[in-house]
């Protein structure tokens, strides 16, 4: 006689917990029995890391407004769900993982859902490993706590250095602006790099007229220190005083425990799952650790987003006991925005930046337009920027990328059903969105952007 097939699950957080609860929602479909343990390193499960910054800019109360489920709660549900576990080593063979403290787990079927820890350079690292006071990434949960209270105890006048200029920096930046912080940004490359060039200017223009410094295309080789308190940040050729250091530099995916197993990993540490999360005979993954494959020139990409993470766990756990569900990819979708006082702006991009686009071999024609976001008399009317590409030959768009006022960012995901559907710039041209004075001009923005780049073809 067979018992109930034992899923063990690394990681207790979006990609883990989706896969966890949709497992047994499936099992229940089709009659399997399923024992499901998750094990964590960490202190919290199923929050939302995205709404860390908010908590620091003080736009939301605490970190348990956070969290979508609490321990308990996944208990009541069936799961044997515990914290503080760290997975060490696997063994696949005898189908065990080994605990931190020596614990052997066994398992028939293996979900490693371990995400990607925030990246920490050596100069923010104290001889035992620790971050120096007043430095830290910005993260899990804890991380969201330590933020809150360095913010709160920083004094009038306080500096805040962020080494980093992607979304979580600029995210960062709002945070620590809107409570009247000083804040400088220091980026090895450009501010926003998810976004072509003539497209990130915007974002550092808003910045620098938010009363942030933006220092591009340095490298951070250290802190200027005071006993192990920071109070500065040197780079190749500059320092500033720093009273607060957030490190937001990546994220890498958190896989050593699987070395050893033969399990192919990427040279940055990623899975490669297949769209119903396999990665090999009985092991399964979904989420940070993993990279994820972008439907429009069929290539691996790491992009360590929540919203695949939930997605790509949901047809993990639905295949793992069964079910047929996949995730099938991506069009490299994403959002955030910068609302400091005045200066409100959204950012968004979908689709191929025109190096991928001339990698993947299209003859790419795009083109900057800039229009309004509503009818031009009507209050709520700002300015918007968009950027649309296209194929010469094809006509099939490839790209959009938008940054604008309130409203502006959104306006992404109709580019992106075209993209996802694989469709041409006309369709993006003529397709019937949605007009009223508020909300758009008679000819929406986004297909006068589009028409423009048509005409050029
Ligand atoms: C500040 C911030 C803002 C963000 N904003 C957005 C956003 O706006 N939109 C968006 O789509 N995404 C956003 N993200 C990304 C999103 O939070 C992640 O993609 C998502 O949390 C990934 O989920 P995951 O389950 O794969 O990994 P994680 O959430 O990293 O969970 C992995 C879990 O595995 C545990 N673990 C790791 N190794 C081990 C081990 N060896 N043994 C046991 N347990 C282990 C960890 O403790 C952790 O709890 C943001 C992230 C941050 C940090």
Redesign the pocket.
């Known amino acids: 006689m067979t018992g109930p097939t034992r899923v063990v699950v690394?990681?207790?957080?979006?990609?883990?917990m989706s896969s966890a609860h949709q497992a047994l929602r499936t099992a229940r479909r089709t009659g399997r029995e399923l024992e499901v343990t998750v094990?964590?390193?960490?202190t919290?499960?199923s929050y939302?890391?995205?709404g860390?910054?908010y908590w620091m800019a003080g736009d939301v109360g605490s970190g348990d407004d956070l969290v979508a489920r609490t321990a308990g709660q996944h208990r009541e549900a069936g799961i044997d769900l515990r914290m503080g576990?760290?997975?060490?080593s696997t063994d696949l063979e005898a189908r065990t993982v080994t605990t931190d403290t020596g614990e052997v787990v066994e398992f028939d079927e293996l979900v490693v859902?371990?995400?990607?820890?925030?990246v920490v350079p050596d100069w923010a690292l104290r001889p035992d490993g620790t971050t120096y006071d007043g430095v830290g990434t910005?993260?899990?949960l804890d991380d969201g706590a330590a933020w809150a209270d360095r913010l709160a105890a920083a004094g009038d006048g306080a500096h805040v250095v962020i080494v980093g200029a992607g979304?979580?920096g600029v995210?960062v930046a709002e945070a620590a602006l809107r409570q009247g912080f000083g804040v400088t940004v220091l980026t090895r490359g450009r501010g926003m790099s998810m976004l072509e060039d003539e497209m990130s200017d915007l974002v550092n223009v808003a910045l620098c007229d938010a009363g942030a410094e933006v220092v591009l295309g340095v490298e951070v080789t250290g802190l200027v220190l005071d006993g192990d308190r920071v109070t500065g940040v040197r780079w190749d050729g500059g320092t500033r005083e720093a009273d607060l250091v957030v490190v937001a530099i990546g994220v890498r995916p958190?896989t050593?425990?699987l070395e050893g197993t033969g399990i192919e990993l990427t040279e940055g540490g990623a899975l490669r799952p297949d769209p119903h999360g396999r990665v090999a005979e009985h092991v399964w993954s979904?989420?940070?650790?993993c990279e994820v494959r972008r439907r429009l020139d069929d290539q691996w990409v790491f992009r360590?987003?929540?919203?695949?993470?939930n997605k790509h766990?949901r047809a993990l756990g639905d295949s793992l006991a069964g079910g047929t569900l996949s995730f099938d990819g991506m069009v490299d979708t994403?959002?955030?925005r910068f609302s400091v006082g005045e200066v409100h702006l959204e950012m968004a991009r979908t689709g191929l930046s025109r190096k991928d686009a001339e990698a993947a071999g299209h003859d790419p024609v795009a083109l900057v337009t800039e229009g309004r976001t509503a009818s031009g008399y009507m209050p709520e009317a700002e300015p918007i920027a968009l950027w649309v590409m296209a194929d010469r030959t094809t006509r099939r768009l490839l790209g959009v990328q938008v940054v604008g006022g309130h409203g502006a960012g959104k306006r992404i995901d109709a580019a992106a059903a075209v993209l996802w559907a694989g469709g041409t710039v006309d369709d993006l041209a003529w397709m019937d969105l949605a007009y009223a004075p508020p909300f758009a001009t008679a000819w929406e923005v986004l297909q006068v952007a589009a028409r423009r780049v048509a005409e050029r073809l």
Do not use: M, N, Q, R
């Open positions: 690394v990681g207790a957080d979006a990609a883990g094990l964590d390193k960490g919290h499960t939302s890391a995205c860390i910054p576990v760290e997975v060490v859902a371990t995400g990607a820890p925030a910005v993260k899990t979304y979580i995210e958190a050593a425990f979904a989420g940070d650790c360590p987003l929540g919203t695949y993470a766990g994403a959002i955030t």
